[in-house]
């Protein structure tokens, strides 16, 4: 895995020198998704968006053109439900509502599985917060621009989002003590139940309307010319606020259809919008529902019955749902599942019947209507990212491989490059590992130096600390 | 205790034997940082302040004279952010501070709960005001009885910014000298900012407890901070017929604060930091620095005073030998030590900080790992002084050998940061104190009873 890490830090030198450039991949298989395959096709991407799809596209002067005969262009893979390159902690999982928090605060560009990510032709991520809380924090859509700092990283335009979860992972209160002995005994966390859980949603979605109420009133008295004092900004009620005006995506983590029906409800009282519900194992029982408020499906394959809630479910979930006019996506919400997006959706055409369009719909236009951004990414249309992904063989195919990943027409993924550079990279590496084995005997000269124990303040590289049992994501 | 008390005789007749005489230090090499090194000159040091300064200062009768020959004199040096002077400080009873302190530690909770932690009561939210001790002054914890003060002296430490240390708001920092008869002498200034230290506790533990949680936490005490300048503001211009607002001892804290100090060890960290600190309305301090070869441009454009941390990143003493560093750490490993001298080239203003190195020899071999790291030894010198003088806004007082300044001088024999230099004298507010060899060499691993009181107890508190 560390070999991994540091082909990775190489590559991104690599692809630092080859800015956005007018490409054109020719005579490849073109999966559009939205237009049907085209057979023999050439797609120009100009200017980082796609300029031309079909067969016969010539390159203009200065082009690059990559050869795609007997290869498989498809967009670039989407994934719903991530939580890769997140410095520290997932969650805030103290409070029953940490909206306050924002992921985008903590994205970390130099997360390796960015560039795993890369190297199965996923291309953009929702990130989310983990599911410890009823109310979750503030989630935002990236690109998976390898090599960019933080704000590189985020995809411009697409509306950021706020976790829900619902369920066994929020009514989750905290260690009792002795009883389970997993450490000192804490004061309990409210909630303890499902219907705790929904009484946390519900309050604080009216305390986002006092709040919103009472700037309205605030803003009302300045405009007679008064001098009251505003109401204190809070963190926490913003972005609920922004939820009620539509301005912010809610993603809710959830399994049991009742709960799915509960939130809905709430959804429909306050005036609100669910966008997806994420997971949501049981989604084929209310899909009508589902497809009635608006709402997306962002579900797993084929994986259940991890958890007592998740006992109740089958493969067919995901056609089922798509079948009842719901739009349906497959997500990872793993760092190991996003590498194999495109392998999922064999598994929905195994299950369910879907044809190969609709099946790859799934991790590309699907995902994209999903989080709102389909009229920028998705599909292979002239106008949109050149976001674009090529495959040794088709993408449904369990021996197919990842040649090349572009974003924005430039290149992030190179198959050939990534295995060429290793040699080199090893020596680099091995350079170091000899510089401090040299460096590590002389301090045994001055003998009796107190050596220090404790570490750096942040271990550079280190993967963030391992899910534990109870986060569940 | 005896040696304490041992030491606190020695610095009361110093100062009463040496406060009423002029010092003259004459025929020294001086380094002024201020100015043009003077090859051979004299310092004259009067009522804890320099006098006098130059090839040809007139040297008064009955001034206790030290010949200089051999000699370097340079502005006594400054930790840019310490605890030193705060007994106790080292090293937080159940390890308040995270592992590796300064950067945000995300990576792993702290394994012990500090008792006091386990015992309060749980955080619901930032109204709940968690880990904030805002109002918590320096200058009001530092006794001159910090066993740390003589090995710090002892590697040519004469000031410290020091700052209290518990929380994410730790409180209200001082300029303080490292030595003096009472508490109050050593107050040279305060305050001089507030630090923020991010804390990740546990799953269940209390808010925040999670890295972007603090910072949310953060930013949500500052915009109270606005509100509540803005109230007063609204109330004290509308006193007759507005409600009063509330007194806010946390807040109270934060406004005292001329400037916030916020870490960032990682390339990532310093990003997210130069995004995050315009936000706090108020002029901030970057602190940890080790990865930040990768970002000095970044640095450069943000114009933001730095501070690096002594404690260079190494490999873990225990580590498993099949654990393989992955490439980043062994770069990082390799190239923090390089930061000063890059920060140097690119004009950034920069300083360092003890980050709990706190023994003479492990200090100058901290400070040495940054000149063959490629820092010139003017620049080194200047980080040490004046240039923290400056970041802190006391360089009218503090950081360079000029006449009115505060008499803080070292004098050494050789250069500073070649191995064999010894630490001759200290001078503080124009008191003299002469290092012993045993301090300056360090703690004896095996017979540390008896070497003397320098390595400090870890953990008493």
């Given at each position: 895995m560390r070999r991994l890490v540091s082909i990775g830090l190489l590559i991104c030198v690599v692809v630092f020198s080859s800015a956005a450039e007018t490409i054109l991949i020719r005579n490849a298989t073109v999966l559009t998704i939205t237009k049907g395959t085209v057979e023999n096709g050439s797609v120009l991407v100009q200017d980082g968006k796609i300029a031309a799809v079909g067969t016969n596209v010539s390159a203009p002067a200065g082009a690059m053109v990559v050869d795609g005969t007997g290869k498989y262009l498809m967009p670039g893979i989407i994934d719903c439900h991530s939580h890769t390159a997140v410095e520290g902690s997932v969650n805030e999982g103290s409070v029953s509502d940490s909206s306050m928090v924002n992921i985008a605060d903590v994205l970390n560009p130099e997360d390796i599985n960015i560039y795993r990510g890369l190297s199965g032709g996923l291309t953009v991520s929702n990130v989310l917060h983990g599911s410890a809380n009823a109310i979750g924090g503030q989630t935002i859509v990236i690109k998976l621009r390898w090599g960019k700092d933080a704000k590189g990283l985020i995809f411009e335009g697409a509306k950021p989002g706020i976790k829900f979860a619902l369920g066994e992972n929020p009514k989750r209160q905290g260690y009792p003590g002795e009883l389970f002995s997993a450490g000192p005994a804490r004061e309990r966390r409210y909630p303890g139940t499902r219907m705790g859980v929904e009484e946390v949603i519900r309050d604080s979605f009216t305390e986002a309307k006092n709040y919103q109420a009472d700037w309205k009133e605030y803003n009302e008295r300045v405009g007679r010319g008064e001098h009251p004092i505003p109401p204190e900004k809070d963190l926490r009620l913003e972005p609920l606020v922004e939820v009620l005006e539509g301005k912010r995506y809610v993603h809710a983590h959830c399994y049991r259809s009742d709960e799915i029906l509960m939130l809905i409800r709430i959804a429909d009282e306050m005036g609100f919008k669910i966008r997806t519900f994420q997971h949501?194992?049981?989604g084929y029982r209310v899909a009508k529902e589902i497809a009635e408020h608006g709402a997306g499906a962002s579900t797993f394959s084929d994986w259940w019955a991890y958890k007592i809630e998740a006992y109740d479910a089958t493969p067919y979930n995901a056609a089922m749902m798509a079948r009842a006019g719901v739009v349906v996506s497959l997500n990872s919400d793993s760092d190991e599942l996003q590498r194999h997006l495109n392998l999922e959706c064999s598994k929905v055409m195994r299950y369910g019947g879907l044809n190969e369009t609709e099946a790859l719909s799934m991790v590309t236009i699907n995902p994209a209507k999903q989080l709102g951004i389909d009229d920028k990414v998705g599909s292979i249309e002239v106008?949109?990212?050149?976001?674009l992904v090529l495959f040794d063989q088709h993408p449904l195919s369990n021996y197919s491989k990842v040649l090349k990943v572009w974003i924005d027409g430039q290149e992030y993924f190179d198959r050939d490059k990534d295995l060429a550079n290793r040699k080199e990279f090893e020596q680099k590496k091995k350079t170091l590992m000899d510089k401090e084995k040299a460096a590590e005997k002389k301090p045994e000269e001055g003998k009796g130096e107190p050596k220090k124990g404790a570490g750096p303040g942040g271990k550079a590289g280190k993967k963030k600390e391992a899910a534990k049992p109870e986060e569940v994501q | 205790m005896k040696h304490v008390y041992v030491l606190a005789v020695a610095a009361l007749s110093a100062y009463a034997a040496d406060l009423p005489t002029p010092i003259a230090i004459r025929d020294a090499r001086v380094v002024t940082v201020s100015g043009a090194e003077i090859p051979k000159g004299a310092v004259l040091l009067r009522g804890g302040l320099i006098q006098d300064v130059g090839p040809n200062v007139s040297i008064p009768a009955g001034a206790w004279v030290i010949d200089g020959t051999g000699l370097t004199v340079y502005p006594g040096f400054i930790d840019a952010l310490s605890t030193w002077g705060i007994p106790g400080a080292a090293e937080p009873a159940g390890g308040g501070r995270p592992a590796g302190a300064p950067g945000p530690a995300p990576v792993t909770p702290s394994p012990q709960t500090p008792p006091a932690q386990a015992q309060a009561p749980r955080s619901h939210g930032p109204e709940d005001r968690p880990q904030t001790y805002s109002f918590e002054r320096a200058a009001d914890l530092v006794s001159p009885t910090d066993r740390r003060l003589e090995a710090a002296r002892a590697a040519g430490f004469t000031t410290a910014a020091t700052f209290p240390n518990r929380g994410i708001f730790e409180g209200l920092g001082a300029m303080v000298n490292l030595a003096g008869e009472r508490s109050r002498d050593m107050v040279i200034a305060e305050p001089i900012g507030q630090q923020i230290v991010f804390r990740t506790g546990g799953f269940f533990s209390g808010f925040p407890n999670s890295l972007m949680g603090n910072i949310a936490y953060v930013r949500q005490l500052y915009l109270d901070l606005d509100h509540y300048k803005q109230a007063h503001q609204i109330y004290d211009a509308h006193v007759s017929g507005t409600r009063r607002p509330e007194y806010d001892h946390d807040l109270e804290g934060l406004a005292r604060s001329p400037r916030v100090l916020l870490p960032a060890m990682e390339a990532q960290q310093i990003d997210r930091i130069l995004s995050f600190g315009p936000e706090l309305k108020t002029p901030f301090i970057v602190y940890g620095l080790h990865e930040a070869y990768r970002r000095i441009d970044e640095l450069k454009r943000a114009n933001v005073p730095v501070l690096v941390s002594l404690k260079w990143p190494e490999k873990p003493k225990d580590q498993d030998p099949a654990d393989v560093p992955n490439y980043r750490e062994l770069e990082m490993w390799d190239r923090a030590p390089g930061v000063p001298g890059l920060l140097a080239k690119a004009q950034v203003k920069f300083g360092f900080y003890s980050d709990r190195v706190d023994t003479a020899p492990d200090l100058k071999k901290a400070l040495k790992k940054a000149v063959d790291g490629g820092l010139s030894r003017a620049d080194a010198i200047r980080a040490l002084t004046l240039s923290v003088a400056e970041m802190y806004g006391l360089s009218d007082r503090l950081g360079s050998i000029d006449k009115g300044k505060i008499a803080n001088l070292v004098v050494m024999k050789g250069d500073a940061f070649d191995d064999k230099t010894t630490v001759e004298y200290v001078f503080i507010d124009g008191v003299q104190f002469k290092p012993s060899k045993e301090t300056q060499k360090g703690p004896e691993k095996k017979e540390g009873a008896t070497t003397g009181p320098q390595k400090p107890e870890r953990g008493i508190n």
């Open positions: 949501v194992l049981e106008g949109k990212s050149g976001d | -």
